[in-house]
């Protein structure tokens, strides 16, 4: 994208094109709207550039601010304008309407004309309190291009080798090295280096003999001879489980100490024996193995968190073996107890995972002020009161299941990140946060309007929480580069709190700048036992494909609205909970309206409940209503069917398979996902995807490659894209084949669970090998954190109980 010249000459541009810029104002005017969001203010500006006017403005330097608006706000005579000229590069300005005229604001000047656009008026006093994070973070280092975001580990190596290793800084940083290597034990037993090593000197002689001895063969088949040796010298058990792995590490080390190189410091970090205990935090939801999925609040978390597990625990596996130590890896999964488990394990305290050996859940309940435990389900947005409480009781029932403190402590969504900025903080061990999603992107002008929202998201609390937690973080990984930065024409999650305000609460002028080095991009996959091509009938279990087959094809009855009159057309599966955001109800539409479409393909929904009495969620409950209205309206149960959630992966895979049979298609309407793991699920099954192109998908898929992107504002767009390409498909089979075989591809060349556990445990080790020898813990940032979290946060937690604020 071509980013608008320097502000300066905006008002150049303003004076050159004055008269034809008066009909777009006057579009803005006549909206009567005080505030217009980014599609808004483009579908004003795209109608004025069919005008005479407006073409002739179109080529000119001016037509690429005008592009940039992302939100404007207009009181009398004056429009304020928020100008995205790129990725996390953003200028507010302020227009006089009348003599098109500008000049540029502080992001402190625009915030506050917000809020009083929004409340009609100054707000009286005057003072709003301002969060600004700027002045802890002068000097740190930060990315200058944004095609890095997201690579953050490779840019604080370059960085910070550079500065720690070379010039007048180098002697200290091989002693703060060496200091570093001093450190490891595990199990009471001493790692790495001895006190035989007393300096930097007699660590490179030691280093010399060591490899000069891995490389003499001397002691190549008896390894007790080698580790006495080897002791000798100064060196303890960590380095390699061979001589050649231990002489690789050595020289390693060696050339670190000699020339320092970002690569060889990263492949040495990754070596080094400190993660073998892991702590993963993911408190709401009901969170269990078995007969969860589809429940409220829980859904591709659970799978994610679960996965995940089973990776780490093997790559850790596979890590320890190759340092040469035996030791037990010991990953806990921390979630809330529920006693009314509805039916799961979630009202048991300890649970191994299945498919790890050492592995396991560790339920801790959530306690009322007086103590008592509560024993129902509570939605995700009423968890805040009890967090502060269960992270400690947390912290104490972790330290007496492992017998020590965890290496690292992962969160995962707000609550759980806000737990792990908690216990990390207490623990003083390393913090890693994973989003999943953020709740402010989801909801429009949820930060202006959040009074509205008060009474049944919080959002107040929630905000308050991902601010705390993305800055206290000592990394953060996301599935998706837009996740963090948007794209060209979409502002990215976590760049949406950079600046932003809740008026008459707080206002945030420097919140996260994705251009920090702690965001890094790393993708989960899908399951390969689980999720395999159609093609592959050999692993295909004829039971289950025929317990699948019923499920689609099968008779109406209370669990099943709707069956298929014509079960030969292609079938379109879509499979997510049931709330506004998933946007299944959309997608119902779109078919029902598009008859066509209904002549081409049958329609298959998964997911949520049928009756709406079997829910306990009102979001879901008026999905519900709308889809069976839906069914009613068009007459839908010849031609769709809706099924409820399916909770066993086993039979979600071959679901996916059953539909690829019929050479049908998966379809994702979500008005936002932050990664979609049934799209990569999907793939990976051999099922050609449709899906939003808001959020992950957008970088999941190669549009017309590997699948195709749709907008879900645009349904009647969407219906008629499906519907070209199963005409396509049913023309030329091949078409719908090479379409399936690139998604296969993709997902096994980008999206599997060896390469993420790989990358998550080395920025563990090196994010935790800066943090011990610089700064990047940040303490001041974390001290005013800390001071927020008392003076804010736990006020607003302790309203949820006693009801919205005044």
């Known amino acids: 994208m071509r980013g608008p010249p320097p502000v300066d000459e905006l008002n150049v541009l303003l004076r050159a094109h004055r008269e034809r810029l008066y009909p777009l104002l006057k579009m803005l005017r006549e909206r009567g709207k005080p505030f217009l969001l980014w599609h808004e203010f483009r579908a004003d500006l795209v109608r004025w550039e069919e005008t005479e006017e407006g073409r002739a403005v179109a080529e000119s330097e001016l037509a690429s601010w005008l592009r940039g608006v992302q939100e404007a706000a207009l009181s009398p005579g004056l429009v304020h304008a928020a100008v995205r000229r790129g990725v996390a590069d953003w200028v507010y300005l302020q227009i006089h309407v009348e003599e098109v005229q500008s000049r540029e604001v502080s992001v402190s000047e625009y915030l506050a004309t917000k809020e009083d656009v929004v409340r009609e008026g100054p707000r009286p006093g005057g003072y709003t309190l301002e969060v600004d994070l700027t002045p802890f973070e002068r000097g740190f280092p930060k990315l200058s291009r944004p095609g890095s975001i997201g690579r953050g580990v490779e840019f604080l190596n370059r960085y910070l080798s550079g500065r720690i290793f070379g010039g007048r800084d180098g002697e200290s940083g091989e002693h703060r090295l060496l200091d570093f290597l001093r450190l490891h034990e595990a199990r009471g037993h001493t790692l790495m280096l001895n006190g035989g090593i007393v300096n930097v000197q007699s660590l490179r002689a030691a280093l010399r003999k060591g490899i000069a001895l891995m490389q003499s063969g001397e002691h190549e088949s008896d390894e007790q001879a080698r580790t006495w040796a080897l002791r000798k010298l100064g060196f303890e058990p960590g380095w390699g489980a061979t001589p050649d792995r231990i002489a690789e590490s050595m020289e390693l080390l060696a050339h670190i100490l000699e020339a320092p190189s970002p690569e060889a410091l990263a492949t040495f970090l990754g070596r080094i024996p400190m993660i073998f205990s892991i702590v993963v935090l993911s408190p709401h939801g009901f969170f269990g193995q078995a007969n969860v999925l589809g429940k409220p609040d829980t859904g591709g978390q659970v799978v994610y968190v679960l996965d995940q597990v089973r990776a780490l625990e093997h790559a850790m596996r596979e890590s320890i073996r190759e340092q040469g130590l035996e030791i037990e890896p010991q990953i806990v999964v921390v979630t809330r107890l529920i006693p009314e488990a509805e039916g799961t394990t979630c009202d048991c305290r300890l649970e191994p995972i299945i498919g790890t050996e050492s592995s396991r859940i560790l339920r801790v309940p959530f306690r009322d002020e007086s103590g008592e435990i509560l024993p129902e389900w509570i939605s995700r947005f009423e968890v805040w009161p009890y967090l502060e409480r269960f992270a400690l009781e947390a912290e104490r029932e972790v330290l007496a299941e492992l017998g020590t403190r965890p290496d690292i402590i992962i969160g995962n969504y707000s609550d759980g990140n806000l737990v792990a900025s908690i216990m990390a903080n207490s623990l003083r061990v390393t913090q890693c946060n994973i989003a999943h999603a953020l709740e402010k992107t989801k909801y429009e002008l949820a930060d202006l309007h959040w009074r509205e929202h008060e009474e049944d998201h919080h959002f107040s609390c929630q905000f308050t929480a991902d601010l705390i937690a993305m800055n206290t973080a000592d990394f953060i990984i996301t599935s998706t580069y837009q996740e963090i930065a948007g794209t060209d024409d979409t502002v990215g999650q976590y760049e949406s709190y950079g600046a932003f305000t809740m008026p008459d609460l707080y206002r945030v002028v420097s919140g996260i700048d994705c251009l920090d080095p702690k965001f890094n991009i790393v993708s989960p996959g899908a399951d390969p036992d689980v999720f395999f091509p159609y093609t592959r009938t050999d692993r295909r279990i004829r039971g289950l494909t025929e317990e699948m087959r019923a499920l689609v094809y099968g008779e109406a009855d209370a669990e099943h609205r709707g069956t298929f009159a014509d079960p030969e057309k292609p079938v379109l599966l879509a499979m997510s909970?049931?709330?506004?955001?998933?946007?299944?109800?959309?997608?119902?539409?779109?078919?029902?309206?598009?008859?066509?479409?209904?002549?081409?393909?049958?329609?298959?929904?998964?997911?949520?409940?049928?009756?709406?009495?079997?829910?306990?969620?009102?979001?879901?409950?008026?999905?519900?209503?709308?889809?069976?209205?839906?069914?009613?309206?068009?007459?839908?149960?010849?031609?769709?069917?809706?099924?409820?959630?399916?909770?066993?992966?086993?039979?979600?895979?071959?679901?996916?398979?059953?539909?690829?049979?019929?050479r049908g298609a998966f379809v994702q309407p979500a008005l936002y996902e932050a990664f979609g793991l049934t799209v990569v699920e999907a793939m990976a099954s051999g099922l050609p995807v449709f899906a939003t192109c808001f959020g992950g998908p957008l970088e999941t898929i190669e549009e017309g490659v590997s699948g195709f992107h749709i907008d879900p504002t645009r349904g009647d767009e969407a219906a008629a894209k499906i519907l070209e390409f199963l005409r396509a498909g049913a023309a030329d089979p091949g078409a719908w084949t090479r379409i399936s075989e690139a998604a296969i591809e993709r997902v096994g060349e980008r999206y599997n669970w060896p390469l993420y556990a790989s990358k998550l445990l080395t920025l563990s080790r090196i994010y935790g090998f800066w943090k011990y020898i610089t700064n990047i813990e940040r303490e001041e940032t974390r001290r005013y954190l800390e001071m927020f979290y008392a003076l804010m946060y736990r006020p607003l937690a302790a309203r949820i109980s006693s009801g919205p604020p005044d």
């Open 577 to 662: 909970r049931l709330d506004r955001i998933k946007n299944t109800a959309g997608l119902v539409e779109w078919f029902a309206r598009d008859h066509s479409l209904r002549g081409h393909a049958n329609l298959l929904l998964v997911g949520g409940h049928l009756d709406q009495n079997d829910s306990d969620d009102e979001e879901e409950r008026e999905q519900i209503r709308f889809i069976h209205w839906l069914f009613d309206e068009h007459d839908l149960d010849r031609c769709a069917r809706w099924v409820e959630m399916q909770t066993n992966k086993n039979r979600v895979g071959e679901l996916y398979r059953v539909v690829a049979d019929s």
